[in-house]
């Protein structure tokens, strides 16, 4: 008996110590806690970091970890690793998850320079079930997305962002992002807006943009118009902090155009589109252009002679450096020329028949609504707007030399010890090439663009290339939603510069692979014609050369970074028979056979939209071309497609209907106005002039873009194609 009791006794001082043993071998097994799994919160971790976890995780936090790896991997620059985790994701994905990923995959397609997936995925989203985070991400990626071709809903991102962000320099930043943003907009489409009755932020900025445009020509003005604005919009974020590049733009020293040089190769093959660029520069410059802005002026004011001078058409000055003139020697004025009185019935169009919509005399005057001003009901098409020409000075004095007289650098030290303090030119490649290669105190506006463009802070660069209304064209086409475009081109060199400037821009608004086709001569498209063998809507892929600096490096986008991918995506090929849409750059006897060619293979109801360059819009063409041309798009400059009716009429006439100098005319005014808003060009990047040549905007290194007007062949007319909002 004594024994069991000592037993039990001992069984019963065990039993704690059995306990313990137990929880302190549980203690030394068991696994820390993993951290908690926050897809909506803010990102604080590597990609390394968050594949560890995923690695270690066995649960249903694994496919938390691997989205936020996801992410990490996106904002590092590693995008070929994100897709493949992106891959591998699971099917079963909880609503949260589900959100998550449709804004992961918008900004892998950001990441990838792929715009056209992004936008999609952003838009099924649910945005009233994200995080604030969420929400940031969410704007930034759709500003992101959109940066080419700015529209409403990107202002409305840019506005809806604004609170998130953090701190004052991140705001700061958005702000300008948002009016850069603004000023990218076409004013005739900023003009048409429609938006709701309690955007009040949204409308404080469009009444802004409107200021801006009814006073960037005078200081003053737009300082008492922002001033006056800020009192109205008190509670608008630029109210208190104005954008940066309107603040430039009230504060700006303006360039000197007391004295101009010219410098043009006014001999030699180049003389003939020399002079009708000089012929537009003094016409602006004298003021002769002031009679023939309004289409509402009589004939007989029309015929009055202006106290401004011009030189008399078909007639040549004096050229500096010529036998005539000396190089130092000064520009006399020209005696003045009566402008022909001008029959506002008359017909000057491409095709040289009525075309009331083009013609029409209230086509010509500005829109009533102030710039800036929205619509409470959806707008009409817009008429086509006037456009803006610097103010005449007929006090400038313009010096020309004759760059196949001396080389380029020597002109400008003449030039500069002559008192210009402004160049316009030179206009040859060539010689562009070397004046950027020359350092010289005087702003320069070259009237052509060099092959390796070169970021100078005195140099702008204007041209009227094939390039630029490639690039205009493809945006144009992606405008109206089309995906898969068939280049037809000369099968020349002058086709493939064409073809690598529409096939970059259109992968650069996130289009897939573009597609050429060439042509040879008229006679070879007789042949075909002949063989009934038609156009076949297959082409080979366009090769394009990978961007400058893009491998590694980042993109920055309304103030903000994003990565840029490790290489250069390539872009999926167009599948043959999914062609959508054709681009022609083609004269207009060429258009006459090519377009029948392509109704021979894919019949009178194909869906293809069919566009054309300038080349084809020619004078000459009678209603048996205008007919057989139905439906077809084609772009040139605002002065050739009816957006100042009697200049037109005066352009054309005096170069005898030769549309390529009437071009080029153009581009000689719109040059005078350029260069009396050089600093503006110069020094804000965005800067927008409605012009003759188009729409003109400074890009990256002040190369002027041009937005082109767009008409279209419709049973037997030609009609303006309505502003597409892109």
């Not at 043009?264 to 003021?287: H, K, T, V």
């Not at 043959?576 to 029948?596: C, M, R």
């Not at 009609?719 to 909002?725: F, G, R, S």
Request: with cysteine; proline share 7%; aromatic share 6%.
């Amino acid at each position: 008996m004594l024994l069991s009791k000592v037993n039990r006794r001992k069984a019963g001082r065990f039993v704690p110590v059995v306990l313990a043993g137990l929880i302190l071998a549980a203690c030394t097994t068991q696994q820390p806690p993993a951290p908690a799994v926050d897809v909506q919160g803010a990102e604080t971790g590597t990609s390394a970091y968050y594949l560890q976890q995923m690695q270690q995780s066995r649960d249903d936090s694994k496919t938390g970890w691997q989205l936020l790896a996801i992410r990490a991997l996106i904002n590092e620059g590693k995008a070929p690793d994100a897709a493949k985790l992106l891959q591998t994701l699971p099917d079963n994905l909880t609503a949260v998850q589900k959100q998550e990923l449709s804004l992961l995959k918008a900004q892998y397609a950001v990441s990838v320079h792929n715009a056209a997936d992004a936008v999609p995925s952003l838009k099924a989203i649910d945005l009233s079930s994200l995080s604030a985070d969420q929400k940031g991400r969410y704007y930034r990626t759709y500003i992101a997305a959109t940066a080419a071709q700015p529209t409403l809903d990107t202002l409305r991102a840019f506005i809806a962002l604004q609170p998130l962000l953090p701190s004052a320099d991140e705001q700061q930043k958005n702000i300008n992002a948002t009016w850069q943003a603004l000023r990218a907009i076409p004013q005739p489409q900023a003009n048409n807006f429609v938006i709701n009755a309690n955007e009040n932020i949204l409308q404080g900025w469009l009444d802004l943009l409107g200021v801006y445009y009814r006073s960037n020509n005078n200081q003053d003005a737009l300082k008492a118009g922002v001033k006056d604005w800020q009192i109205r919009y008190p509670d608008n974020p630029a109210s208190k902090r104005l954008p940066a590049g309107l603040l430039q733009s009230m504060n700006m020293t303006a360039a000197s155009t007391n004295t101009i040089a010219l410098l043009l190769p006014l001999s030699g093959p180049a003389a003939i589109f020399s002079q009708a660029i000089e012929q537009g520069f003094e016409d602006a410059r004298n003021g002769v252009l002031a009679q023939a802005s309004s289409p509402q002026t009589s004939a007989a004011s029309a015929g009055q002679a202006s106290s401004a001078t011009a030189a008399p058409s078909g007639t040549s000055a004096p050229v500096v450096g010529s036998a005539d003139m000396p190089i130092s020697a000064t520009r006399p004025a020209a005696a003045a020329a009566p402008a022909a009185p001008v029959s506002q019935n008359a017909v000057v169009s491409p095709s040289a028949a009525s075309v009331t919509s083009l013609t029409d005399p209230a086509a010509g005057n500005p829109s009533a609504a102030s710039a800036g001003q929205v619509n409470a009901t959806p707008a009409t098409p817009a008429t086509p707007a006037l456009p803006a020409t610097a103010p005449a000075n007929s006090q400038a004095q313009i010096r020309v030399y004759d760059t196949n007289t001396m080389p380029v650098d020597q002109l400008l030290q003449q030039a500069q010890s002559d008192g210009a303090t402004l160049v316009v030119g030179p206009l040859l490649k060539e010689n562009v090439q070397q004046v950027a290669n020359t350092s010289t105190p005087l702003n320069i506006l070259a009237l052509n663009e060099p092959d390796g463009l070169q970021n100078h802070a005195n140099m702008c660069y204007f041209a009227l290339s094939p390039e630029d209304e490639a690039r205009d064209a493809a945006r144009h086409i992606r405008a109206q939603n089309k995906q898969m475009p068939l280049l037809l081109i000369p099968a020349n060199s002058y086709g493939q510069r064409v073809a690598n400037a529409f096939a970059q821009e259109w992968q650069k608004l996130g289009g897939s692979q573009v597609e050429e086709q060439t042509f040879g001569s008229i006679a070879d498209l007789k042949a075909r014609i002949n063989s009934n063998s038609g156009i076949a809507m297959t082409g080979t892929p366009v090769t394009v050369q990978p961007a400058n600096n893009t491998a590694g490096s980042a993109v920055s986008v309304a103030g903000m970074t994003f990565n840029a991918p490790q290489t250069a995506p390539e872009a999926p090929a167009a599948a043959s028979g999914n062609i959508d849409s054709v681009y022609i750059v083609a004269s207009q006897g060429e258009l006459a056979l090519i377009k029948p060619m392509i109704t021979m293979r894919t019949g009178s109801r194909s869906n293809i939209a069919l566009y054309a360059s300038s080349r084809s819009s020619q004078s000459g063409a009678g209603p048996d071309f205008r007919l057989e041309m139905d439906g077809l798009q084609f772009s040139d400059i605002p002065l050739l497609s009816g957006a100042n009716p009697a200049l037109m009429q005066q352009a054309v006439k005096k170069f005898n209907n030769d549309y390529s100098l009437a071009r080029l005319y153009a581009m000689g005014v719109d040059a005078w106005t350029l260069a009396n808003h050089f600093s503006q060009l110069r020094n804000s990047t965005g800067y927008q002039i409605d012009g003759n040549t188009g729409i003109l905007s400074a890009g990256s290194n002040c190369v002027i873009d041009r937005t082109l007007s767009w008409n279209q062949y419709s049973q037997g007319e030609i009609v303006p194609v309505p502003q597409t909002a892109h």
